[in-house]
């Protein structure tokens, strides 16, 4: 009974990680930034030589958007959250420049030097500006750090969970910047990437995760969640079942 109890947790887990052991692959969300009528794109003066390290605070705020750092040395952004400082480059609700225009998958190594609307297939920025939020769970078999590389023009943000581990701020052109994570526990990982072209200079985007044995999967399905909690759920009842005590003929 331990074997089976044990074989339907290890299954359970697979299950929860998407099983995809060979293929290091996210979600995309991709956003249409107008054109014109929005103060942080085309506006802004172009371009640094040195990405900034802290346009944004070190963790994401209350609804998962990078938080906004007003101190930093650059110039003034002004598509910021009132309430939660967060910015708003990919939230149409907030931004009335801002329109989602589809949803993807893609497999890492990722890189696109060309990343404009409509989903980072077009030839320019003529009619809009590429913005995107890369999903992902980070799986993590043993205790390590985990190395990855990114580089971006313009604007993209790395987060770890809730902590912002590596950023590149600002209009510039396409900027190395390796991460190495602190030392991670064996586990599943929240792994985001936040991107926007701002200016009409060029597009691009690469990422990709360098330590062996890691994998990045895509977020579950919402469907495959429930399968878990009805995998969970049966497996607590059978541990209880076990546990029952059985009457004896005298």
């Known amino acids: 009974m331990k074997t089976s109890w044990l074989a339907m947790v290890a299954g359970l887990a697979v299950l929860g990680t998407g099983a995809q052991a060979s293929a290091q692959t996210m979600n995309v969300t991709y956003f249409t930034v107008a054109e014109s009528g929005d103060l942080d794109y085309n506006t802004n003066p172009c371009c640094i030589s040195t990405p900034w390290t802290n346009e944004v605070q070190g963790t994401l705020g209350p609804n998962g958007y990078p938080v ?16 939660t400082g967060e910015l708003t480059w990919w939230n149409p609700a907030l931004n009335s420049n801002v329109v989602q225009t589809g949803t993807g998958v893609v497999t890492l190594p990722y890189a696109n030097y060309s990343f404009f609307p ?19 769970q980070l799986v993590v078999p043993t205790t390590e750090a985990v190395t990855f590389s990114f580089g971006a023009d313009d604007d993209a943000f790395l987060a770890l969970g809730n902590t ?6 600002g209009i510039h052109g396409v900027d190395s910047a390796p991460v ?26 690469y990422f990709s995760l ?41």
């Open 68 to 83: 906004y750092n007003p101190s930093y040395p650059g110039p003034t952004l002004y598509d910021v959250n009132p309430t």
């Open 118 to 136: 409509p989903n980072g297939g077009g030839s320019n920025d003529a009619n809009g500006f590429q913005a995107a939020i890369f999903r992902g």
């Open 164 to 169: 912002v581990i590596s950023q590149e701020g």
């Open 180 to 205: 190495v994570t602190p030392i991670l526990t064996p586990g599943v990982y929240d792994l985001t990437l936040f991107y926007t072209d701002r200016h009409e200079t060029g597009a691009g985007l």
């Open 210 to 250: 360098n330590t062996t044995g890691v994998t990045v999967n895509p977020v579950p399905e919402p469907a495959t969640w429930a399968m878990m909690l009805v995998g969970f759920a049966g497996l607590g009842a059978a541990m209880r079942a076990r546990r029952k005590p059985v009457a004896t003929i005298a």
